[in-house]
C-alpha cells in the first residue's frame, strides 16, 4: 500500500511540475509567436512558422516529446479529478469555485488542443500548401464566426488552466505555505491570466481582423 502512495505522490508531483514546464510554458510561448500574425501573412510565414523549423534543427523529437508529455499530463489529471471531490455545492467561496473551473478547463482544454493540433499541424502535413501559407489557412478557419467562438472560449479555459495550475503548484512544491504568501501570489497568476489572454485574443485579432 506504501508503495501505491508514493508513485501517486510522485506522480501527482510530475503532473504539478509538467504543468509548469514544459506544458505552461510551451503554451505561453505559442502564444506569444501566434500574436505576431499581427504584421500579415508574409511576415508570419516567414519568420514565425518557417524560423520556428529553422531553429529546432531536432523539430520532430521536440513535438514527440511535447505530445508525449502533453499526453500524460492530460491523462493523469482525468485520473486525479476522477479521485478529487468538490463541495462547491455546499459553499460557494473562491478556492472552491476556482477548483471545479480547474476540473472543467482540464477537459476543455484537452479538447481545444487535440482540435487546434488536428486542423493545423495535421492537416499541415497531409496538405503542403496549408504548412507553406499556414497564415491563409487559419484566416479561412476563422471566416466561420463558430470557429472564432470555439478558439476564444478555449483559449480562456487554456489560460486559466494555466494561471491557477501554477498557484496550485507553487503551494504543492511548498513555495507558498502562508496565506499571505498564497493570496500575493493568486493576484501574481491573475496577471498571467490576463497577460496570456490578451496574447491570445490579440492573435486572433491579427489573423482575422473583422471579428475584433
Known amino acids: 500500500m506504501s508503495d501505491s502512495l508514493n508513485v501517486h505522490f510522485l506522480s501527482r508531483k510530475i503532473h504539478s511540475l509538467t504543468g509548469v514546464v514544459p506544458v505552461g510554458a510551451f503554451l505561453a510561448f505559442h502564444l506569444w509567436e501566434n500574436s505576431m500574425s499581427r504584421f500579415g501573412g508574409d511576415f508570419f510565414n516567414e519568420h514565425v512558422v518557417r524560423g520556428i523549423e529553422h ?9 514527440s516529446f511535447l505530445i508525449a508529455v502533453i499526453l500524460f499530463h492530460g491523462i493523469y489529471g482525468i485520473v486525479i479529478w476522477w479521485q478529487g471531490k468538490s463541495n462547491t455545492s455546499r459553499y460557494q467561496n473562491g478556492s472552491n469555485v476556482r ?5 472543467l478547463t482540464a477537459f476543455t482544454t484537452f479538447a481545444f488542443i ?3 493540433v488536428w486542423s493545423t ?13 499556414l497564415f491563409s489557412h487559419m484566416q479561412r478557419i476563422f471566416a466561420d464566426p463558430i470557429n472564432v467562438a470555439l478558439y476564444i472560449v478555449g483559449i480562456a479555459g487554456a ?5 491557477n495550475g501554477l498557484w496550485l503548484a507553487a503551494i504543492n512544491w511548498g513555495l507558498t505555505t502562508h496565506p ?5 501570489c493568486l493576484y501574481a497568476c491573475a496577471g498571467v491570466f490576463a497577460a496570456t489572454t490578451f496574447l491570445g485574443l490579440h ?10
Not at 499541424?121 to 501559407?133: L, Q, S
Open 114 to 116: 487535440l482540435w487546434h
Open 55 to 63: 531553429l529546432l534543427n531536432y523539430k520532430l523529437a521536440i513535438e
Open 159 to 163: 489560460t486559466y488552466h494555466l494561471a
Open 99 to 103: 477548483y471545479l473551473l480547474q476540473r
Open 121 to 133: 499541424r495535421v492537416a499541415g502535413g497531409m496538405d503542403p500548401k496549408i504548412g507553406a501559407d
Open 203 to 212: 492573435a486572433l485579432w491579427g489573423f482575422n481582423h473583422r471579428f475584433f
Open 180 to 184: 499571505r504568501a498564497q493570496k500575493f
